[in-house]
């Protein structure tokens, strides 16, 4: 299956209410030349991370003492590395060494992810952008200060259990600090990161017409569009790329509810702050007609799932948590009775496969199970992506 078999056919939108999408080149010659208000040529809900504040977190960071609230509050920084900022003659943080490793351009924008071969025998690469998750630590390069930057503008609930808050996120030393530069990139050359990102996908693109596999690039493993501007750049970058399909799950509802390019899907998130639900839910209050994302709560489904003797999980050959194949019409119409949709719409991932790929203008919706890939989530013809919490 082609990309091109997958978007819908639309005449192309325009961007979002008030911001006109434009082309790459009209973009970067705009970005040289334009004079902002804000600090960072990007804008970007933002703050400065003043040196008292900026002591006081490194010294609870190395000490281990930080806050319960801290991490929605103050930007992940590796223990690791707040150790080697240490001064211990100056009894200080260098701050000016954080700075320095922030203003280092990322040699690489795309992060590689799987390779997919589908059932029908595509074969899809896929590729990751992303920052850090809920806030974020950057340099305003314009002033020399490090600023805090509310990455994540619409979350809510869904700050509790966020994915990009645990795992390889904070586990190793070079996450936050490659999310970081990445930040920086973006808010300070924000004309530079579109040139490099789109040079990369179009190499990205053409290694993939030799090897006879199709590019699909998720926008934000971590993080959210926190602005007009950088949702407008990200669609420009769609639009250089038309035989690329984009995708990404969002919190903030403007982006949800206003117009974008055919091969960029968007997927409206639950768990976001309540001002952000309201409004999509005031458009939509069902969800029929908004390409969504669902986290069904282990009540409806645990019960389901293959166990052995001794009650713990039995996985698949690819990791996945498995339905109890006899049960799976009793999950449809628990999930049916739940969100209000037919059971005759609910497709379990490998039905979605075989069956619902061949449709892609019927609207499913789709069970995934923890350790089954998210493709759903860049499909026009699915709806719902009912996503089994881990």
Same mark, same amino acid.
């Given at each position: 299956?082609?990309?091109?078999?997958?978007?819908?056919? +639309?005449?192309?939108? =325009?961007?979002?209410?008030?911001?006109?999408?434009?082309?790459?080149?009209?973009?970067?010659?705009?970005?040289?030349?334009?004079?902002?208000?804000?600090?960072?040529? !990007?804008?970007?809900?933002?703050?400065?991370? /003043?040196?008292?504040?900026?002591?006081?977190?490194? =010294?609870?960071?190395?000490?281990?003492?930080?806050?319960?609230?801290?991490?929605?509050? !103050?930007?992940?920084?590796?223990?690791?590395?707040?150790?080697?900022?240490?001064?211990?003659?100056?009894?200080?943080?260098?701050?000016?060494?954080?700075?320095?490793?922030?203003?280092?351009?990322?040699?690489?924008?795309?992060? %590689?992810?799987?390779? #997919?071969?589908?059932?029908? /025998?595509?074969?899809?690469?896929?590729?990751?952008?992303?920052?850090?998750?809920?806030?974020?630590?950057?340099?305003?390069?314009?002033?020399? %200060?490090?600023?805090?930057?509310?990455?994540?503008?619409?979350?809510?609930?869904?700050?509790?259990?966020?994915?990009? #808050?645990?795992?390889?996120?904070?586990?190793?030393?070079? @996450?936050?600090?490659?999310?970081?530069? #990445?930040?920086?990139?973006?808010?300070?050359?924000?004309?530079?990161?579109?040139?490099?990102?789109?040079?990369?996908?179009? %190499?990205?693109? @053409?290694?993939?017409?030799? @090897?006879?596999?199709?590019?699909?690039?998720?926008?934000?493993?971590?993080?959210?569009?926190?602005?007009?501007?950088?949702?407008?750049?990200?669609?420009?970058?769609?639009? +250089?790329?038309?035989?690329?399909?984009?995708?990404?799950?969002?919190?903030?509802?403007?982006?949800? !509810?206003?117009?974008?390019?055919?091969?960029?899907?968007?997927?409206?998130?639950? =768990?976001?702050?309540?001002?952000?639900?309201?409004?999509?839910?005031?458009?939509? &209050?069902?969800?029929?007609?908004?390409?969504?994302?669902?986290?069904?709560?282990?009540? !409806?489904?645990?019960?389901?799932?293959?166990?052995?003797?001794?009650?713990?999980?039995?996985?698949?050959?690819?990791?996945?948590?498995?339905?109890? &194949?006899?049960?799976?019409?009793?999950? %449809?119409?628990?999930?049916? $009775?739940?969100? =209000?949709?037919? @059971?005759?719409?609910?497709?379990?991932?490998?039905?979605?496969?075989?069956?619902?790929?061949?449709?892609?203008?019927?609207?499913?919706?789709?069970?995934?199970?923890? $350790?089954?890939?998210?493709?759903?989530?860049?499909?026009? /013809?699915?709806?719902?992506?009912?996503?089994?919490?881990?």
């Amino acid at each position: 299956m082609k990309i091109t078999d997958l978007l819908l056919e +639309s005449e192309m939108p =325009g961007a979002l209410p008030g911001v006109q999408i434009m082309s790459p080149e009209e973009f970067v010659a705009q970005a040289g030349e334009q004079e902002v208000d804000e600090a960072t040529k !990007l804008p970007a809900p933002s703050r400065e991370f /003043g040196d008292e504040e900026f002591q006081d977190y490194m =010294g609870r960071i190395a000490g281990q003492e930080k806050g319960k609230t801290d991490k929605y509050k !103050l930007p992940y920084v590796h223990r690791s590395s707040v150790v080697k900022y240490y001064d211990a003659s100056g009894k200080r943080y260098r701050e000016e060494d954080i700075k320095q490793a922030l203003s280092i351009r990322p040699d690489k924008i795309l992060k %590689k992810n799987e390779k #997919m071969k589908h059932s029908d /025998g595509a074969e899809e690469q896929f590729f990751n952008v992303g920052f850090a998750a809920l806030v974020g630590i950057a340099l305003d390069e314009s002033t020399g %200060k490090l600023i805090i930057v509310n990455t994540c503008p619409g979350a809510g609930s869904c700050k509790v259990d966020c994915f990009a #808050m645990k795992g390889g996120f904070v586990q190793f030393e070079a @996450a936050w600090l490659s999310r970081a530069r #990445m930040l920086t990139y973006l808010l300070n050359d924000p004309s530079g990161f579109f040139n490099q990102l789109d040079n990369e996908i179009k %190499k990205e693109v @053409a290694k993939g017409q030799k @090897a006879g596999y199709n590019v699909t690039i998720r926008w934000h493993d971590s993080g959210d569009f926190f602005s007009p501007e950088y949702i407008q750049l990200a669609y420009n970058l769609a639009q +250089s790329n038309p035989n690329v399909l984009f995708y990404a799950y969002t919190k903030v509802a403007d982006v949800v !509810l206003g117009q974008k390019p055919n091969n960029f899907m968007i997927n409206w998130s639950e =768990g976001a702050h309540t001002s952000q639900e309201k409004k999509v839910k005031a458009a939509d &209050p069902s969800l029929a007609q908004t390409k969504n994302s669902r986290i069904v709560p282990t009540n !409806l489904f645990y019960d389901l799932l293959v166990k052995d003797e001794k009650k713990n999980l039995v996985k698949g050959p690819q990791g996945q948590w498995q339905v109890i &194949p006899d049960k799976i019409p009793e999950l %449809k119409q628990r999930l049916a $009775g739940e969100y =209000g949709i037919s @059971a005759n719409s609910i497709l379990t991932y490998n039905e979605w496969e075989t069956k619902g790929r061949k449709n892609p203008q019927m609207k499913y919706n789709v069970i995934i199970t923890p $350790g089954e890939p998210d493709l759903t989530a860049r499909d026009p /013809g699915v709806l719902s992506t009912l996503l089994l919490k881990h």
